[in-house]
C-alpha cells in the first residue's frame, strides 16, 4: 500500500538534498537516530502521535460516513478554548482530582458542540460540510485571538499565562511521557476500531513473535483486535452504508441525517479532546495556533489509510516522527546534515501525494478490469 | 495488502534497529559546543539575522567552538516545538553554553536552566538576572539600542518635510517602549536644533503590529500598517521590528514618486534592500560581546550577570570592538551626515543626554523632575510612553 510511495518520496528527498549539497544517507540516519535514539526523543514521538491518533479516530467515524470534515481545525482548536475555561482558574493548591477530566469532558462538548454546527448547516441548509468547516475554523481561529488579545491575555504576548501543575494532564516525573495521554488515544481508537470493524477480516501478522521486546507486545495487541473486530456495531454498519450512498441507505431505513448529526458529533467530541492535549500537555497554555495542524494531519492520515481504522496508530506515529526528526536535523551540529526543518513537511507531502496517486491509480486499474468482463 | 503488511513490518524492524543500536557522537576534549536558538528566519536581515552573524563571528575568532542554531522557534513555523525540546536536543550533543536569542524564550529559558545546571544559558534582552529570579547558571544581554535609535529618531527628524514620523512598534513591552520613546526624544531634538522647528509641530505616532514579526491571521500586517502610515502623512517610518517590510514598502512608493523614506532596525546589511531611501540603520553587534561571553565560559571566570552595553564610542562601527552602530545610509546628504556625527559624538562624550528632566509620561504625569537623569532602571522599565507620542502606552486590556 505504501511501499512504492515511500521509496518514491525517499529518492525525491535524496535528489534534493544532494542537489543541496547535503549527505542523504547521513541525513536520514541523524533522522532516524535524532528521533529514536535518545529516551526522550521517542517519548516525544510517541506523544505527539497522542493527539494525532485521537483526532484521526475521530475522522474514521466521518469518513466512514462520507462526510469530509474539513470543520476538525476549527473543532480542536474549540476543544482547547474550553478546556482552558477551566484550567486557566486552577490554583497551584487545587488537588480535585476531577480538575483534568472535566478539563477533557469540556473540550468534548465544545469540539462536540462545534461539529454539530457544521452538521446542522450540512443537514437543514444543505451547506456542504468542506465549506460550511472551512468557514466555521475560520471563526474559532477568530474566537481564540479575539480571547488571547482580550480578557485571557496575560502578560506582552497574546496568550493565557502557564497553567499551574494540577491542570495539566499529568506526567511521570521528570520526563514528557503521559500515560494517561496514552491511554484516550488508544481507548478512542480501540472504541472507534469496534464500533467500525462490522465483520472485518482478521489480521495476521506473521514473524511477530520473532521480533524481541515490541513483537510480543504487538501481538497482544492483535489478539485483543481480533476478537473485538467481528463484533463490530450496527451503527459503523450504517455509517458505511451512508458513505456508500445516502439514498441507498435511506431507503434502506437508515436515518441519514441523524447518523450523519452523531458522527460528527463523535468525530468533534475526540477533536476537542485532541485541543484539550494541546493546551494542556503539549503547550502549557492556550496561545495562538493551538491545534498545530493537528486537525489537517489526522485528514491526511485519514486518507492515507483509505479509512481503514487498523493501520492508524502506525501512520499517526509515521507522522509524528517527521517533526522530530526534522528537528533534530535543524538543531544538528555537523553542517553536512544541518537541513531546514520545512523539508521534513516536504517529504511527508510528498508520501502523501504518492499514497493517494497510488490509490487512484489502483482504482483506476479495478474499474478497467470490471469493465473488462463481460 | 501483502505489501502494506512488508512495509509494517519492515517499519518496525527499522524502528527498533534505530532506537537501540545506532551510534552517539564523540566530542573532543577542548571543543565548545554551543547553541543558538533564533525566534526568526536566521536569514531575516533583522533581529535573527543579526545573532546568527554574531554566532559566526564566535566561529571565526575563537578557535574550538562549534555551534548549533535553530532558527524559527515560534508558534507559527514550529506549532508543536517546544524550547524544551531544543535545549535537550543542543545538550544531547554537548551544548554547553545555548544563548536563547528572543524576549519571549525567558520563562521557558528559566525552567531549561533549572532542568540543565550544568549548561549556561544566555537570555538575551531578558532581566531575569537584574529582577533575580533567575537561576544562577543564567546571564542576561543587551545593547543600548537606545542610543542608536535616538540617532535613527534625529536622521528622520531632519529629513521630514511633512513634519511627521510613524514608528513601526512590534509588541508593547519594557523595552520596545523605551526604543519607540528614544526615537522620539532624538527627533525631537535634531527638529529643534537643527530644523529650526517646534516640538509640538513634530507629529510622531506609533502603531504595534502585536509579535517581533508578521504572523498572518495573527498580528496586523506590517506591509498594511506601514502603506496606512504614508497615506496619513507621515515620510519617514523608523521600523522597530524584526523583519524589513517598512523599508519595502517605502522603495515602492518611492519608485512611484513620493517623497519618502525609512530607517530599518537590527540588522547592519538592513540598508541594502533600498539604499536610495534609507536613511541609516541602528543595527546590533552581537559578535564582540559574545565573544566576551565564550571566553568567559571556556576559562571557567563566568559569572551570571545583566549587562546592558555601550557602543565603543571611539567607533560605534568598529565591528570587533562595538555592540552596537549606526549606519548612516545613502539617502542622507552630506551635510545631514556630519550632524548625526556630531550629535553621536555628543551622545558619546556625554554632553547630550536626552533622558533628562524635564520630561513628562504620555498621560502628563512627571517621569523626570527637571535637571534629572533617568537612571539605567528608569529607562529599561519605561511604563509609558511619553508626552508628544501619539499610540498606545500598554496593551488593550
Known amino acids: ?374 | 495488502m501483502k505489501l502494506a503488511r512488508l512495509f509494517g513490518i519492515a517499519l518496525v524492524i527499522a524502528l527498533v534497529a534505530a532506537a537501540f543500536g545506532l551510534p552517539r557522537p564523540i566530542q573532543a576534549q577542548d571543543e565548545l559546543v554551543i547553541g543558538y536558538i533564533l525566534v526568526g528566519p536566521q536569514n531575516d536581515k533583522g533581529w535573527s539575522q543579526a545573532h546568527f552573524e554574531g554566532a559566526e563571528y564566535v566561529e571565526k575568532m575563537i578557535p574550538g567552538v562549534k555551534k548549533i542554531v535553530l532558527d524559527k522557534l515560534n508558534g507559527a513555523d514550529r506549532p508543536n516545538v517546544t524550547l524544551e525540546q531544543v535545549v535537550e536536543s543542543m545538550v544531547e550533543q554537548g551544548a554547553k553554553l545555548i544563548f536563547t536569542t528572543s524576549d519571549e524564550f525567558g520563562p521557558d529559558t528559566l525552567k531549561a536552566a533549572e532542568k540543565f545546571p550544568d549548561v549556561i544559558f544566555i537570555h538575551v534582552s531578558g532581566d531575569g538576572v537584574l529582577k533575580k529570579v533567575a537561576p544562577p547558571n543564567v546571564g542576561n544581554v543587551m545593547g543600548k539600542m537606545e542610543y542608536m535609535k535616538q540617532v535613527a529618531g534625529c536622521a528622520a527628524a531632519l529629513k521630514t518635510q511633512t513634519n511627521s514620523i510613524a514608528y513601526l512598534g512590534p509588541l508593547i513591552n519594557d523595552e520596545t517602549r523605551r526604543l519607540a520613546a528614544s526615537v522620539y526624544l532624538g527627533a525631537r531634538y535634531c527638529f529643534e536644533k537643527y530644523r529650526g522647528g517646534k516640538a509640538a509641530d513634530l507629529t510622531f505616532e506609533v502603531k504595534w503590529i502585536g509579535f517581533w514579526f508578521n504572523i498572518p491571521g495573527v498580528t496586523l500586517d506590517p506591509t498594511e500598517v506601514a502603506n496606512g502610515f504614508f497615506n496619513g502623512g507621515a515620510d519617514v517610518i523608523v521600523s522597530g521590528i524584526d523583519t524589513t517590510e517598512g523599508t519595502v514598502v517605502a522603495k515602492q512608493r518611492a519608485d512611484k514618486g513620493e517623497k519618502v523614506f525609512a530607517i530599518p532596525y537590527d540588522f547592519q546589511g538592513a540598508c541594502e534592500i533600498a539604499p536610495e531611501i534609507c536613511l541609516g540603520t541602528p543595527y546590533f553587534h552581537w559578535g564582540p560581546s559574545y565573544v566576551n561571553i565564550v571566553k568567559a565560559v571556556k576559562e571557567g571566570t563566568w559569572k551570571p550577570a545583566w549587562d546592558w552595553l555601550s557602543p565603543d564610542w571611539s567607533d560605534i562601527n568598529n565591528p570587533d570592538t562595538s555592540n552596537l552602530g549606526f549606519v548612516k545610509g545613502a539617502a542622507l546628504s552630506e551635510d545631514e551626515g556630519k550632524i548625526i556625527d556630531a550629535f553621536i559624538a555628543a551622545l558619546g562624550d556625554g554632553s547630550v543626554n536626552l533622558f533628562t528632566g524635564p520630561l513628562n509620561f504620555q498621560d502628563g504625569t512627571v517621569y523626570l523632575k527637571e535637571g534629572e537623569v533617568a537612571t539605567d532602571e528608569q529607562i529599561w522599565y519605561l511604563p509609558q510612553l511619553l508626552e508628544g507620542m501619539k499610540g498606545e502606552s500598554k496593551p488593550a486590556n
Open chain 1, 1 to 374: 500500500m505504501m511501499l512504492l510511495p515511500l521509496l518514491v518520496s525517499l529518492i525525491l528527498m535524496g535528489i534534493i538534498l544532494s542537489s543541496l549539497g547535503k549527505d542523504a544517507g547521513a541525513a536520514l540516519e541523524r533522522f532516524l537516530s535524532g528521533a529514536l535514539g535518545t529516551p526522550n526523543a521517542r517519548v516525544d514521538v510517541i506523544m505527539l502521535a497522542v493527539p494525532m491518533l485521537l483526532c484521526a479516530s475521530g475522522l474514521l467515524l466521518t469518513y466512514t460516513a462520507g462526510l469530509w470534515n474539513i470543520g476538525v481545525e476549527g473543532q480542536v482548536t474549540m476543544g482547547a478554548i474550553f478546556a482552558t475555561i477551566i484550567a486557566r482558574s486552577i490554583t497551584q493548591e487545587d488537588t480535585s482530582p476531577f480538575i483534568v477530566p472535566a478539563e477533557l469532558l469540556l473540550a468534548a462538548v465544545g469540539g462536540a458542540l462545534w461539529a454539530a454546527l457544521a452538521a446542522l448547516l450540512r443537514i437543514h441548509a444543505k451547506v456542504n460540510e468542506i465549506f460550511g468547516g472551512v468557514a466555521l475554523n475560520f471563526i474559532s481561529v477568530n474566537i481564540l485571538l479575539w480571547l488571547l488579545n482580550g480578557d485571557w491575555k496575560v502578560g506582552t504576548y497574546p496568550q493565557t499565562a502557564d497553567f499551574n501543575t494540577p491542570a495539566l494532564l499529568p506526567r511521570l516525573e521528570g520526563t514528557r511521557f503521559s500515560p494517561l495521554g496514552i491511554g484516550l488515544a488508544v481507548g478512542a481508537w480501540l472504541l472507534v476500531f469496534w464500533a467500525l470493524n462490522h465483520g472485518g477480516k482478521k489480521l495476521v501478522i506473521p514473524g511477530l513473535n520473532r521480533v524481541p521486546v515490541v513483537g510480543p507486545i504487538l501481538a497482544l495487541g492483535v489478539r485483543l483486535l481480533n476478537f473485538l473486530a467481528p463484533r463490530g456495531t450496527r451503527w459503523g454498519l450504517q455509517l458505511r452504508a451512508i458513505g456508500r450512498s445516502p439514498r441507498s441507505a435511506s431507503l434502506l431505513g437508515v436515518r441519514v441525517n441523524r447518523h450523519i448529526l452523531l458522527s460528527m458529533i463523535a468525530c468533534g467530541a475526540l477533536a476537542g479532546i485532541t485541543g484539550a492535549v494541546q493546551a494542556i500537555f503539549v503547550r502549557g497554555r492556550l496561545s495562538p495556533g493551538i491545534s498545530g495542524g493537528i486537525g489537517f494531519m489526522g485528514v491526511l492520515i485519514v486518507l492515507l489509510v483509505n479509512i481503514r481504522p487498523l493501520w492508524v496508530p502506525l501512520i499517526a506515529l509515521f507522522f509524528a516522527l517527521v517533526p522530530i526528526g526534522s528537528l533534530k536535523l535543524a538543531s544538528s551540529l555537523d553542517p553536512a546534515v544541518q537541513i531546514d526543518a520545512s523539508l521534513g513537511n516536504v517529504f511527508q507531502g510528498v508520501l502523501v501525494l504518492g499514497v493517494l496517486l497510488a490509490n487512484g491509480l489502483r482504482e483506476r486499474a479495478a474499474r478497467k478490469r470490471k469493465e473488462n468482463i463481460p
